[in-house]
Structure formats: structure tokens, C-alpha cells
């Protein structure tokens, strides 16, 4: 009987772990006066830090603009917006068991996401392309037998590289790095070739490094991929609220306007230009607000 | 498969799923190149074991060699000892890590080519040698003086005092901390993530962020490491019964 209950107890404890996640949002912000929003801290210029826990970047403006909102539609006088840092591992969990209410950062909508949680309109199509140095004679896909390839623990790039390399028989050693700042100190330290991962996190990792010249992103699109800000599902008031804030912003063109300032101007903290123009995929998104999962953009 | 947890199904069968395509495989070993989540789980099992055991190994060599030379007479020897155990058990594991990985690799042009299993061998194996050198100088100093003086006094030299007399009783009574130590390497190993070997940890956050099915994944893997444990745990305790000698170190004589 006693080393029963000593074995339920964790179990119990889980079980009541679960019940606190509340699935209505805007009740549970309206309760605690406190709106959470997930955040990165290296995926400029999506969502990184400049320091002192100051969270900033394309995404983090959309989700501030959210935040606006949610303190509009709950009618406090005054919301308490809090920046929880997630990282490609947790983000997942922490937006289901309530941790935080939106995560703005870079996840990839796709279909095994979205048996857990819901995403808002797409708002960056990423295209996965590789990151060298600049004197690397690697300047495609094929170039990487032999080579060792970095990636990041926790992405879609993962598997995509996996796939790829079966599907063309080009073998390469796959190195793991915890986080996109240590894949990329893989590159930087010369214990990888080269750095698979979505074209913004590269760019942004190469402007904020040491010596931004050093490094170029080379090589055709392994793939592109619908970049959305995410939250919980089966929260239809909470759903309609995120939804609609992101279309006024495509639709004003304040999501444009948005867009040249974090990847066609100079951002902090060194001053540095992503330059990345807007796709056309990114340009049909924003002109037919979608969630369209990674699967529909296959070609 | 085996009932509910928190109104969403179990689905065990995950790890007979092609970490590529949607194929599942009847005997969760997938065909033609193709790797299940199983296989991929027991080569990251592997990874972690290696690690584990390769640094444990060195850590008992090391250890032992430390923890012997800080109860020697001589000063410069003694010195050394202490160095050794306050450097290396003063700085986080996961500090020692990234140093011999990153930093050591610039220092050292001839390091960067040495694959990182053997980094963080070295570092997981001299972070647990300072732990290791303090419990063989505890087993060493439990031992009264009149044995290393009688031994001395009998002509042995002094390596033949800690062979002969010293060293048999000390390792007998430092078994039970030494487990310990055993026990702890193979959770430490889990470190060596956060420096791309695809050890269990690394297998796990990948595995459930490619599958959505977290909790099975980190239940498995959790099962894994209590496994090890466990077996370590039974080896130091054949280990300590085979060693045992009546009359020495708390074994009763006649037992």
C-alpha cells in the first residue's frame, strides 16, 4: 500500500500539472493581468536580444502589436507584458502547457505542429540554404560530400537534410549543435563546413557576428517554409483576436513596412543590413493570409 | 497501445517508425538503410555508454593517481594533487566541456583534429578524477599511521608500502563512494549534447520534436539511464563481495 501511493505521487502530480494549462486564453489573461510572449534570443532578425533582456526583431513587433490588442479586447487599464525566452526544444511544450501565450520567434508551420498548437497567418517564408566561410569552395548541396554539415537540435532542417541526403546518395557527417549560436560557432571554429538552416537565421547569425565578412549563405533552397507565429489550440476567441491583428497588418501594409525595416535596413546591434528581399512567396502570403502548413509549399 | 495518458493515447510504436518516411516497420528494425526511432535509440544508447565508460575509466586512472600523490611525503607531488582536484572539481562540467572543445582547439592547433568523443572524454573523465582523487586520499587517511610506518619499517620502499599495504585496504573501503561516482558519469555524460555527440539527450530532443510524441520519447530514454545505472550500481556490488576480505575494512571476520 505505501509503495503504491509513493509511486502515484509523481503521477498525481503530473495529472495536476496538466489540469492548470487553461485553453482560453484571453480569460486566463484577463484574470492574471499578464500576457506572456515567447521569444528567441539568436534568431535575428526574427526575434533575438540586444541585451539586458531586451527582446526585439520582426516578429516581436507583430506579437507587441498582438499584445495591444489582447489589452484592447480584455479592457485593462493596464497589461502585463512579459518576454519568456524558448528555445527549439521547448517552445512546443511551454505554448501547450501555458507558459507562455504566443511564441513569436522562427517555428515552421507544418503538420506534425499542428496536431499540437495553432499558428497565425504566415508572416515569413524562410527558404533553407546553407551558411560557409567566405573563403569556402562549397557553393551548392552537391559540393558537401565528404563535409562535414551543421544543424540545429530540434529543427525541421534536421530531417530535411536527412532526406536529402538519402535522396541523392551525397554523404556528409551531420554534426548537432544545441542552439543556432553554437551550430554556428561549429562554422566559425572550422568543426563544421558548413551550416544548414532556414536564410533568415543565417543572415541574422552572420550580422551579428564578429566579423560579418567572414561568412556568406551560399546554395539552392533545400526547401521553403511557412514562418508563423504560434499559440495554443482549440482557443477560438484567442485565435480570432491573433488572426485578425496579423491580417490588419498585412492589409494596412504595416507588415510591409515592417519587413524593410528588419531585413532591408540596417539593424542593431552593429548596424549591420540582413538584405534579403521579400519573396514572392512571402508577397502571396501577405496577400492571401493563409496558414498553409510546410507540406502545401512542396513543390 | 497501453491505455491513456491524460486523455491522449499512448503510441509506443513511434520507435518502430522510419526516422525518413511514414513507414512502420513490424519488427521496429527498419529495412534497405532505412533507421527506426529504436535504432537510433540504442546507437545514442551506445554514444552515451561510450562516454561514459571511456571517461569513467579514465577518471579511476587519473583519480587514483592524484588521490595517491596527495598523501605522499613528498611536497612538489602533493602540491600537484591538490592543484589537480581543486582546478579541475571548481569549475562546472559544462565550463570544462565547451573549454577543451572550443577554446583548448585554439590554443593547441594539433587538438582541433581529435574527434570530440575524445574531448569530452577528457573532460567528463578528469572533472569526475577530481572527485575520484578525493575519495582514494579519504580511503588512504582512514588507515592509521602505524600500517604505513610498519610497512616502511619491514624494508618495503615506499611504492612497495602503498602496494602491498596501503592500497589493497584503501580501494576496499572507497568501493561504496566510488559507485557513486560510477552511477554519477553516466548521467553526466548527458552533457556531450551540448557538443553534437548523438548521445541519448540529443536523440531525445530530436526524436520528439520530429515525432510529437515527447513524452514516450523521454520515458524511453529515462528507462535508459536508470538501466545503466542500476547496472553499474550491481557490478560494484559483485564487485565489492568478490574483493570482500574477512577482517578488513568493516567485513566481519567469520561471515
Given at each position: 500500500m505505501k509503495k503504491s501511493l509513493w509511486l502515484a505521487a509523481p503521477v498525481l502530480a503530473l495529472a495536476a500539472l496538466s489540469a492548470?494549462?487553461?485553453?482560453?486564453t484571453l480569460s486566463k489573461v484577463k484574470q492574471s493581468g499578464k500576457f506572456v510572449i515567447g521569444t528567441r534570443d539568436?534568431?535575428?532578425?526574427?526575434a533575438y536580444t540586444v541585451g539586458n533582456g531586451k527582446y526585439t526583431g520582426y516578429h516581436v513587433d507583430v506579437c507587441n502589436a498582438i499584445a495591444e490588442a489582447v489589452k484592447k479586447e480584455t479592457g485593462l487599464p493596464s497589461l502585463n507584458v512579459e518576454y519568456a525566452l524558448v528555445t527549439s526544444q521547448n517552445r512546443l511544450p511551454l505554448v501547450v502547457n501555458g507558459t507562455v501565450d504566443v511564441e513569436c520567434g522562427s517555428t515552421t508551420n507544418n503538420l506534425t505542429r499542428q496536431k499540437e498548437v495553432a499558428f497565425a497567418p504566415t508572416t515569413y517564408v524562410t527558404n533553407v540554404r546553407m551558411a560557409v566561410k567566405a573563403d569556402s569552395n562549397i557553393h551548392s548541396v552537391k559540393d558537401l560530400a565528404g563535409k562535414t554539415v551543421a544543424t540545429t537540435n530540434g529543427t525541421t532542417s534536421v530531417t530535411l537534410l536527412r532526406r536529402h541526403e538519402r535522396a541523392t546518395g551525397i554523404d556528409f557527417k551531420q554534426l548537432l549543435g544545441k542552439d543556432h549560436a553554437e551550430s554556428f560557432l561549429l562554422v566559425e571554429t572550422g568543426r563544421a563546413d558548413a551550416f544548414v538552416m532556414d536564410d533568415n537565421i543565417l543572415a541574422g547569425l552572420i550580422v551579428t557576428?564578429?566579423?560579418?565578412?567572414d561568412f556568406k549563405v551560399v546554395g539552392e533552397s533545400l526547401s521553403e517554409e511557412p514562418i508563423a507565429i504560434m499559440y495554443r489550440k482549440d482557443d477560438p476567441a484567442f485565435k480570432k483576436l491573433v488572426d485578425d491583428t496579423v491580417r490588419d497588418l498585412m492589409k494596412s501594409g504595416e507588415l510591409a513596412k515592417l519587413y524593410t525595416k528588419w531585413f532591408n535596413s540596417p539593424i542593431p546591434?552593429?548596424?549591420?543590413?540582413?538584405?534579403i528581399p521579400m519573396t514572392p512567396a512571402l508577397k502571396n502570403a501577405i496577400d492571401n493570409p493563409n496558414d498553409n502548413p510546410a507540406e502545401s509549399y512542396k513543390k | 497501445m497501453l491505455g491513456n495518458w491524460f486523455g491522449s493515447k499512448w503510441d509506443?510504436?513511434?520507435?518502430?517508425?522510419?526516422n525518413l518516411e511514414d513507414t512502420r516497420y513490424p519488427g521496429c528494425f527498419g529495412a534497405d538503410g532505412d533507421i527506426t526511432y529504436l535504432q537510433w535509440m540504442i546507437s545514442a544508447w551506445g554514444w552515451t555508454l561510450s562516454v561514459a565508460l571511456l571517461g569513467l575509466l579514465l577518471a579511476l586512472v587519473a583519480g587514483s593517481l592524484v588521490g595517491v600523490a596527495r598523501t605522499v611525503p613528498n611536497r612538489a607531488l602533493r602540491l600537484f594533487g591538490e592543484a589537480w582536484t581543486e582546478l579541475f572539481r571548481n569549475v562546472p562540467l559544462l565550463v570544462q566541456l565547451f573549454l577543451w572543445y572550443f577554446v583548448a582547439p585554439k590554443a593547441i592547433p594539433?587538438?582541433?583534429?581529435?574527434?570530440s568523443l575524445v574531448l569530452v572524454v577528457f573532460a567528463l573523465g578528469f572533472f569526475t578524477s577530481a572527485r575520484v582523487a578525493e575519495q582514494v586520499k579519504a580511503g588512504i587517511e582512514t588507515l592509521s599511521t602505524g600500517q604505513r610506518n610498519a610497512g616502511l619499517a619491514m624494508g618495503l620502499t615506499l611504492a612497495q608500502t602503498y602496494r602491498y599495504v596501503l592500497l589493497p585496504v584503501a580501494f576496499r573501503i572507497v568501493i561504496p563512494p566510488l559507485t557513486s561516482e560510477a552511477m554519477g558519469i553516466i548521467k553526466n555524460s548527458s552533457v556531450a549534447f551540448a557538443v553534437s555527440i548523438s548521445e541519448l539527450i540529443t536523440f531525445a530532443m530530436q526524436a520528439q520534436e520530429e515525432t510529437s510524441r515527447g513524452v514516450e520519447i523521454y520515458l524511453a530514454v529515462t528507462g535508459l539511464y536508470f538501466v545503466s545505472s542500476i547496472v553499474v550500481n550491481q557490478v560494484a556490488v559483485l564487485i565489492e563481495r568478490l574483493v570482500r576480505v574477512p577482517g578488513v575494512a568493516g567485513v566481519e571476520v567469520g561471515r
Amino acid at each position: 500500500m505505501k509503495k503504491s501511493l509513493w509511486l502515484a505521487a509523481p503521477v498525481l502530480a503530473l495529472a495536476a500539472l496538466s489540469a492548470s494549462a487553461q485553453a482560453d486564453t484571453l480569460s486566463k489573461v484577463k484574470q492574471s493581468g499578464k500576457f506572456v510572449i515567447g521569444t528567441r534570443d539568436s534568431s535575428a532578425p526574427l526575434a533575438y536580444t540586444v541585451g539586458n533582456g531586451k527582446y526585439t526583431g520582426y516578429h516581436v513587433d507583430v506579437c507587441n502589436a498582438i499584445a495591444e490588442a489582447v489589452k484592447k479586447e480584455t479592457g485593462l487599464p493596464s497589461l502585463n507584458v512579459e518576454y519568456a525566452l524558448v528555445t527549439s526544444q521547448n517552445r512546443l511544450p511551454l505554448v501547450v502547457n501555458g507558459t507562455v501565450d504566443v511564441e513569436c520567434g522562427s517555428t515552421t508551420n507544418n503538420l506534425t505542429r499542428q496536431k499540437e498548437v495553432a499558428f497565425a497567418p504566415t508572416t515569413y517564408v524562410t527558404n533553407v540554404r546553407m551558411a560557409v566561410k567566405a573563403d569556402s569552395n562549397i557553393h551548392s548541396v552537391k559540393d558537401l560530400a565528404g563535409k562535414t554539415v551543421a544543424t540545429t537540435n530540434g529543427t525541421t532542417s534536421v530531417t530535411l537534410l536527412r532526406r536529402h541526403e538519402r535522396a541523392t546518395g551525397i554523404d556528409f557527417k551531420q554534426l548537432l549543435g544545441k542552439d543556432h549560436a553554437e551550430s554556428f560557432l561549429l562554422v566559425e571554429t572550422g568543426r563544421a563546413d558548413a551550416f544548414v538552416m532556414d536564410d533568415n537565421i543565417l543572415a541574422g547569425l552572420i550580422v551579428t557576428s564578429k566579423s560579418p565578412s567572414d561568412f556568406k549563405v551560399v546554395g539552392e533552397s533545400l526547401s521553403e517554409e511557412p514562418i508563423a507565429i504560434m499559440y495554443r489550440k482549440d482557443d477560438p476567441a484567442f485565435k480570432k483576436l491573433v488572426d485578425d491583428t496579423v491580417r490588419d497588418l498585412m492589409k494596412s501594409g504595416e507588415l510591409a513596412k515592417l519587413y524593410t525595416k528588419w531585413f532591408n535596413s540596417p539593424i542593431p546591434p552593429r548596424g549591420a543590413n540582413v538584405a534579403i528581399p521579400m519573396t514572392p512567396a512571402l508577397k502571396n502570403a501577405i496577400d492571401n493570409p493563409n496558414d498553409n502548413p510546410a507540406e502545401s509549399y512542396k513543390k | 497501445m497501453l491505455g491513456n495518458w491524460f486523455g491522449s493515447k499512448w503510441d509506443w510504436q513511434i520507435f518502430c517508425k522510419s526516422n525518413l518516411e511514414d513507414t512502420r516497420y513490424p519488427g521496429c528494425f527498419g529495412a534497405d538503410g532505412d533507421i527506426t526511432y529504436l535504432q537510433w535509440m540504442i546507437s545514442a544508447w551506445g554514444w552515451t555508454l561510450s562516454v561514459a565508460l571511456l571517461g569513467l575509466l579514465l577518471a579511476l586512472v587519473a583519480g587514483s593517481l592524484v588521490g595517491v600523490a596527495r598523501t605522499v611525503p613528498n611536497r612538489a607531488l602533493r602540491l600537484f594533487g591538490e592543484a589537480w582536484t581543486e582546478l579541475f572539481r571548481n569549475v562546472p562540467l559544462l565550463v570544462q566541456l565547451f573549454l577543451w572543445y572550443f577554446v583548448a582547439p585554439k590554443a593547441i592547433p594539433g587538438l582541433q583534429s581529435v574527434p570530440s568523443l575524445v574531448l569530452v572524454v577528457f573532460a567528463l573523465g578528469f572533472f569526475t578524477s577530481a572527485r575520484v582523487a578525493e575519495q582514494v586520499k579519504a580511503g588512504i587517511e582512514t588507515l592509521s599511521t602505524g600500517q604505513r610506518n610498519a610497512g616502511l619499517a619491514m624494508g618495503l620502499t615506499l611504492a612497495q608500502t602503498y602496494r602491498y599495504v596501503l592500497l589493497p585496504v584503501a580501494f576496499r573501503i572507497v568501493i561504496p563512494p566510488l559507485t557513486s561516482e560510477a552511477m554519477g558519469i553516466i548521467k553526466n555524460s548527458s552533457v556531450a549534447f551540448a557538443v553534437s555527440i548523438s548521445e541519448l539527450i540529443t536523440f531525445a530532443m530530436q526524436a520528439q520534436e520530429e515525432t510529437s510524441r515527447g513524452v514516450e520519447i523521454y520515458l524511453a530514454v529515462t528507462g535508459l539511464y536508470f538501466v545503466s545505472s542500476i547496472v553499474v550500481n550491481q557490478v560494484a556490488v559483485l564487485i565489492e563481495r568478490l574483493v570482500r576480505v574477512p577482517g578488513v575494512a568493516g567485513v566481519e571476520v567469520g561471515r
